[in-house]
């Protein structure tokens, strides 16, 4: 069993600062690819930022020099720190990550449940 926790978001105003978290736990063997996503009603789930084993970073394009992501390997945690925030920025986010289990021989996609951020005028 392997679940991803994220916690961090809330709401914030136009101009603030969030940093969200998110925790990787269970039968694991090692963490490949992790990825912030987010999505709002009635549209397609983005990609906001990802960040490999190795440390490569990706970032949307809409959120370039806004926002950084990190991950500590020995905690396995990743961290999504967002400022200069914009209504634009309200989704829900979710982590994804890339998750080798221990005896298995391939990884598999996980998915966290979610944080609700909401960035108002």
């Known amino acids: 069993q392997v679940q991803l926790v994220e916690s961090g978001g809330g709401l914030v105003q136009a101009g603030g600062s969030l940093r969200l978290s998110c925790e990787a736990s269970?039968?694991?063997?090692?963490?490949?690819?992790m990825a912030w996503y987010r999505q709002v009603p009635d549209k397609q789930r983005e990609l906001v930022a990802e960040i490999t084993d190795s440390g490569f970073t990706t970032y949307g394009e809409s959120v370039k020099g806004r926002f950084t992501v990190s991950r500590d390997n020995a905690e396995k945690r990743m961290y999504l720190q967002m400022n200069s925030l914009k209504p634009e920025d309200t989704a829900v986010y979710y982590c994804?990550?890339?998750?080798?289990?221990?005896?298995?021989?391939?990884?598999?996609?996980?998915w966290g449940q979610g944080t609700q951020v909401t960035v108002s005028s």
């Open positions: 994804y990550a890339d998750i080798i289990r221990r005896e298995a021989i391939r990884a598999s996609d996980y």
């Open positions: 269970g039968d694991i063997f090692s963490i490949i690819d």
